[in-house]
């Protein structure tokens, strides 16, 4: 018999500068630890401080979503698309860490992908004050090939 996952819940972080949303996951996070707990801290941070950074840490004891917590997911991100400034994602997953990397594309500021071990660097980043340069800086093992790529070499 397995045991159920622990209720997921979203816990604030202290110790970042104002302009920061430091969260970190914890058990199988629904629906209602998003409207409860991570959207109105996303709203209050925004309304604050106008575009936020955010640093989204999964917690060891981190279980997975629900089908509703990632609809709700995708709502905040669309909603927010942009009103951050730079996001720092981290964690030892790996589907999660794939999948941020792929819609990292998608988010109009430079999003990282740090392991747990680059905690430290992730936060060094997140709250370094130097000017992005535009659009998501997540570093991609392999490349999507474009067209030029499957043009046969010119005579």
């Known amino acids: 018999m397995t045991t159920p996952a622990a209720k997921g819940h979203f816990t604030i972080l202290d110790g970042f500068p104002s302009d920061v949303l430091a969260i970190?996951?914890?058990?199988?996070?629904?629906?209602?630890?998003?409207?409860?707990?991570?959207?109105?801290?996303?709203?209050?941070?925004?309304?604050?401080?106008?575009?936020?950074?955010?640093?989204?840490r999964i917690g060891a004891e981190f279980s997975g979503?629900?089908?509703?917590?990632?609809?709700?997911?995708?709502?905040?991100?669309?909603?927010h698309l942009a009103d951050f400034a730079r996001v720092?994602?981290?964690?030892?997953?790996?589907?999660?860490?794939?999948?941020?990397?792929?819609?990292?594309?998608?988010?109009?500021?430079?999003?990282?992908?740090?392991?747990?071990a680059e905690t430290a660097a992730a936060k060094a980043w997140i709250v370094a004050t130097d000017e992005p340069k535009g659009g998501p800086e997540v570093a991609a093992d392999h490349k999507l090939l474009t067209i030029e790529d499957r043009m046969p070499p010119a005579d």
Not at 25 to 48: C, F, M, N, V, W
Not at 65 to 79: I, N, Q, S, W
Not at 95 to 116: D, G, H, T, Y
């Open 24 to 56: 970190e996951a914890h058990g199988r996070i629904d629906h209602d630890s998003y409207t409860t707990e991570l959207i109105p801290a996303i709203q209050a941070k925004i309304a604050a401080e106008g575009k936020v950074k955010l640093f989204y």
């Open 65 to 79: 979503y629900t089908m509703g917590a990632a609809m709700e997911d995708a709502k905040v991100g669309f909603l």
């Open 88 to 116: 720092a994602f981290v964690s030892d997953v790996e589907w999660m860490n794939l999948a941020v990397k792929l819609f990292a594309p998608m988010i109009p500021c430079p999003v990282r992908v740090f392991s747990e």
